[in-house]
């Protein structure tokens, strides 16, 4: 049955660390903790300063993507609201055809109920058809 090394590879490198802090410390254990602890730091920061982004570059970054999204979020209500002006005067040019249609099939109305009423009155006052 094959079991994995890893957790023994593991806990020698453990061993090994604790072995050389404990002799750099000439047995004292908390020496060798705070010498610990302070190659930690030492490590730790060295890593972050030479991480890219940091500083002034980190913030021309943000900069430069807030940019970005302002710029997405600014095309995107723009297409929003020119779809949305569209949408209503195509509402608007509907609504107003349909309006005038109604105008038309009212005055077209009006007009039939007049020619009929003149030809009425014509014909009390002896105008024939």
């Known amino acids: 049955m094959a079991?994995?090394?890893l957790p023994l590879l593991v806990g020698v490198t453990a061993v090994g660390g604790v072995g050389y802090y404990l002799?750099?410390?000439g047995g004292e254990p908390k020496v060798a903790q705070r010498q610990a602890e302070a190659d930690a730091h030492s490590v730790s920061?060295?890593?972050r300063s030479e991480l890219p982004g940091r500083g002034k570059e980190a913030e021309k970054e943000a900069?430069?993507?807030g940019a970005?999204?302002?710029?997405?979020f600014d095309n995107a209500t723009r297409a929003e609201l020119s779809r949305s002006a569209a949408?209503?005067?195509?509402y608007a040019k509907n609504a107003k055809d349909a309006a005038l249609k109604k105008v038309d099939?009212?005055?077209?109305?009006?007009?039939?109920?007049a020619s009929k009423a003149k030809s009425g009155v014509s014909s009390w006052f002896g105008g024939g058809k």
């Open 68 to 72: 970005q999204a302002g710029a997405k």
């Open 105 to 113: 099939e009212f005055d077209k109305k009006v007009e039939a109920e």
């Open 63 to 65: 900069e430069k993507y």
């Open 23 to 25: 002799y750099q410390a």
């Open 87 to 90: 949408e209503g005067e195509a």
């Open 3 to 5: 079991r994995s090394r």
């Open 45 to 47: 920061s060295r890593l």
